[in-house]
């Protein structure tokens, strides 16, 4: 079965970097486009970037454009998610998520987690000086 397990997560001041990791198994993980969105406390849950099958193309939220780059390696299906200037607003509980097709569902330039497949049980950000 689908399994996304996120890892990284932690205590960061702001201006700092933490690297999120996801590792995948159960399905093809090169064939699919992964995603990272978000949860801060008493919100809804938003999408952060998404990454194609192969690599090739990367989509992030305007939110965090400049600051984090995600990327795969699809040899260990691992995806990855490289935060750095981080900011206060930053603090959330990050989820990985698997795509139903090689491609993400990018509307307007942004992702729709309602489309995302599946969701692992997320990795929790705080930034705090």
């Known amino acids: 079965q689908v399994q996304l397990v996120e890892s990284g997560g932690g205590l960061a001041q702001p201006g700092g970097s933490l690297r999120l990791s996801c590792a995948a198994s159960?399905?093809?993980?090169?064939?699919?486009?992964m995603t990272w969105a978000r949860q801060a406390p008493g919100k809804g849950l938003k999408w952060v970037s998404a990454?194609?099958?192969?690599?090739?193309?990367?989509y992030y939220a305007d939110s965090v454009k400049g600051r984090f780059t995600i990327s795969r390696d699809n040899a260990k299906n691992m995806v990855y998610l490289q935060m750095n200037s981080l900011k206060p607003e930053d603090t959330a509980l990050y989820y990985c998520?698997?795509?139903?097709?090689?491609?993400?569902?990018?509307?307007?330039?942004?992702?729709?987690?309602?489309?995302?497949?599946?969701w692992g049980n997320g990795t929790l950000v705080t930034v705090s000086s």
């Open positions: 998520g698997k795509e139903e097709g090689a491609s993400p569902p990018i509307v307007g330039g942004r992702g729709v987690v309602e489309f995302t497949d599946f």
């Open positions: 159960g399905f093809t993980f090169s064939t699919y486009a």
């Open positions: 990454i194609n099958s192969d690599g090739s193309d990367t």
